[in-house]
């Protein structure tokens, strides 16, 4: 079975979806990957090698790029770092068999923008994908000047570091504060362990202390929000982080 090419992936799926660049040599992992993201709405073109990959960034343009990082010939590594010193601001996700924790640093501190272990659930690569879109289309300087949040009865006043929930004050400690911050700033989509570190532990290399510290405020916090209520606001996807939005329990 021969894989169908970028141009051909695009005429099948139609205009306005969003175009995905996946550079993976490894015959079976890439159709299998197409296969999935189609049916997710995504349009996907196939780079088997770094320099496929190259030539494509060069003649369109694309919203996210899926980069292996085994390639035969230029790494995925290699490849992420010419990208960024040539100004590419393309969000890209690598993919990668290497699971060790330095490995996971040096994607990131490579240019990476998630990094997505295999073997991996299709539906957990597309969760990510729609995550950078989000990310990348969203306004900065908005969420920046915004300094008020509401979701259901939850506000918070970042001004006075104000949270009410059903209009009773709830007491955070700073750490719980820039957690649900964090929380905020997403909602509805998962935040991982390792933003949570960087982004509020200001840790760049997430280790399992480092995990245990950040599952105690979050059962802190949770406790504080959630308690008490009939609707649940603060949800723990398994494996991946944590999510805010409204859920009734049944």
């Known amino acids: ?3 169908l090419s970028g141009a051909a992936l695009n005429t099948m799926n139609g205009p306005g979806r969003p175009k995905i660049l996946l550079i993976e040599d490894e015959t079976k992992t890439a159709r299998a990957i197409i296969s999935g993201l189609k ?4 349009v996907v073109s196939l780079a088997s090698t770094g320099e496929e990959g190259f030539f494509q960034l060069n003649s369109e343009s694309f919203d996210v790029i899926i980069l ?4 035969p010939g230029r790494s995925g590594l290699e490849v992420l770092k010419t990208l960024r010193a040539r100004g590419s601001k393309t969000p890209v996700l690598l ?16 240019g990476a923008d998630d990094y997505l272990v295999k073997p991996f659930a299709l539906a957990e690569l597309a969760a990510r994908l729609r995550a950078l879109l989000r990310r990348a289309t969203a306004d900065p300087a908005k969420e920046e000047r915004q300094t008020r949040w509401r979701v259901a009865d939850l506000e918070v006043d970042l001004s006075l570091r104000r949270v009410t929930r059903a209009q009773r004050v709830v007491d955070l400690t700073p750490r719980e504060f820039d957690l649900l911050i ?16 960087r982004e509020v532990w200001q840790e760049v290399r997430r280790a399992t202390p480092l ?8 059962a802190h916090l949770r406790r504080k929000i959630d308690d008490g209520f009939a609707s649940r606001l603060i949800h723990t996807v398994r494996g991946v982080g944590l999510v805010l939005r409204e859920e009734f329990d049944t």
């Open 1 to 3: 079975m021969r894989l």
């Open 39 to 42: 049916t997710e709405g995504f």
């Open 68 to 71: 292996d990082w085994m390639l």
């Open 95 to 110: 993919l990668t068999a290497r699971d060790a924790l330095e490995d996971r640093v040096t994607g990131l501190d490579g």
């Open 182 to 197: 964090q929380l905020l700033i997403n909602t509805g989509r998962i935040v991982s362990r390792e933003t949570l570190a």
């Open 211 to 218: 995990d245990n510290v950040i599952d105690v405020h979050v």
